[in-house]
């Protein structure tokens, strides 16, 4: 199980650095209804990624077990190759893409998150999990997962694992602005404009490195 978090840790880390997710955490604590919509995002988001990893876990019990004496498992590593190269070009777009776009301020559907409800927050939340993006890491997840052969109950200790270090970056500010509100927003706003400016280099350069280290991993299997 230890090789499977092993694995699973820069993937989790790429995920938790997300920068859709922390906009759209900032710009919910910075509105007026942040103590009606904050908590409800955090269960959405928490809950949108046990689920699709938890899919993309079981969708990956379906690739065959080599069996004794035979070669590492290629099938594993043929997919690996396939989703480290798709994190490589998506990372790659995204930085062309944010180079021809505005970075002085927030895109406008983020703009929008201040007149949601809470079970419109709910299912925002969920939705950002289903992103290319978040879709190409969660599928990585499952594959390290299912590299190791592990029986149910350490899938799911991998899966909590993979789950608590992907939320922290949105539970740790929402816990932290309910807490003491007036004491975070100034962080709150010097963040915003930070990411604001930079998300597409940042985002772009964790991509493309998860992008290689996920082909790496996939190669060393064949």
């Not at 007026?32 to 689920?51: C, H, M, Y």
């Not at 989703?83 to 930085?95: D, E, F, K, N, R």
């Not at 969920?126 to 997962?145: E, F, Q, S």
């Not at 052969?149 to 929402?174: E, F, K, M, R």
Request: hydrophobic share 60%; net charge positive; with cysteine.
């Amino acid at each position: 199980m230890l090789a499977a978090i092993g694995h699973l840790l820069p993937i989790a880390i790429a995920m938790a650095l997300s920068t859709v997710p922390i906009m759209a955490t900032i710009v919910l604590l910075l509105s007026a209804n942040r103590s009606r919509t904050a908590l409800p995002f955090l269960i959405g988001w928490v809950a949108g990624l046990l689920i699709v990893v938890t899919a993309c876990t079981i969708f990956a019990q379906l690739i065959p077990t080599p069996g004794l004496g035979l070669r590492p498992n290629t099938a594993i590593g043929a997919w690996e190759v396939v989703i480290g190269l798709a994190l490589i070009v998506v990372a790659i777009v995204s930085w062309v893409r944010s180079r021809h776009t505005d970075r002085t301020d927030l895109p406008a559907w983020l703009r929008g998150l201040d007149r949601l409800g809470r079970w419109s927050a709910v299912g925002f939340a969920l939705l950002l999990n289903v992103r290319p993006k978040a879709l190409l890491l969660a599928i990585a997840a499952g594959l390290a997962i299912r590299a190791e052969n592990l029986d149910v109950a350490d899938s799911a200790i991998a899966i909590g694992v993979y789950a608590v270090i992907s939320a922290s970056t949105v539970a740790v500010p929402i816990i932290l602005t309910l807490a003491a509100p007036h004491r975070m927003e100034p962080r709150l706003v010097a963040a915003q404009e930070w990411l604001a400016r930079n998300n597409g280099i940042v985002g772009s350069a964790i991509l493309l490195m998860i992008g290689v280290v996920v082909l790496g991993s996939g190669l060393s299997r064949f």
